[in-house]
């Protein structure tokens, strides 16, 4: 569904992603790797926000490397950013409805997808009319997915969805995710490798902007040299 190869990217003189190659296929992925590895920049060139110096990023059999966001995201690419980005000021249903924006859905089909999401996360049909911003923070994260839903993408892309939520509730929100990774293409970049593990089919580390190791969740998941980087042994 998503290939990228060979990836560059700068910003400036600084060079983040030195020739960088993912897949996202059916399923989903997870890519990990420290603060600063190039995650978000990684993201950011899905999204066209980061141009690419070389290489080639191919969608859906279209090749989108030098095609601007709108298009992509009309396409099919939905991001759930690593900060959350919603309108405080507006109310859940609101910005719900913002998602749907910039889509090739008819307004007429926003109320199913609405009802879709609402199943998913029947919180936020219980808090449809409060406002975004007096959310708590695990109720903004599933607003955030929500919204990311509403486009009804083809792949769904969240930048470390469990940054600064407990433990209970990234248990919550992931198992969600499992879920929803047998309608959509799912690509998570996460610090929290261990719980990531058990909701993708395959992962990659990354390193000051090199994939390091790549393979399904199994063995990532034995593997010594992950154990002692990420999963704290
Ligand atoms: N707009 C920018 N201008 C200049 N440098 C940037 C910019 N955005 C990111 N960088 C640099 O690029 C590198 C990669 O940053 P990036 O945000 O992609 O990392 P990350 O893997 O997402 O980290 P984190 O886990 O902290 O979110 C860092 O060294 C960062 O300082
Ligand atoms: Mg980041």
Known sequence: MLSIK??????????????????????????FGPNG??????????????????????????????RPTHERVRLGI?????????????????NLVIGAENTPLGRDDIPQTLEEVYA????????????????SGGQQRMLAV?????ARPKLLILDEPSLGLQPSIVHELFNILKEMKERVGVLITEQNVRESLRVVDKGYIIENGRIVLSGNADELASNPEVEKAYLGL
């Open 146 to 150: 929500g919204r990311a839903l509403m």
């Open 37 to 66: 590895a190039g995650k978000t920049t990684l993201i950011n060139t899905i999204l066209g926000l980061v141009p690419l110096q070389s290489g080639k990023i191919v969608f859906d059999f279209k090749d989108v490397t030098t």
């Open 120 to 135: 998913i996360f029947p919180i936020l049909r219980e808090r449809h009319g409060q406002l975004a911003g007096t959310l």
């Open 78 to 94: 939905s991001v759930v950013p690593q900060e959350r980005e919603l309108f405080p000021w507006l109310s859940v249903y609101e």
């Open 6 to 31: 060979n990836a560059k990217a700068a910003y400036g003189k600084i060079q983040v992603l030195h020739g960088l190659s993912l897949d996202v296929g059916r399923g989903s992925v997870g890519l």
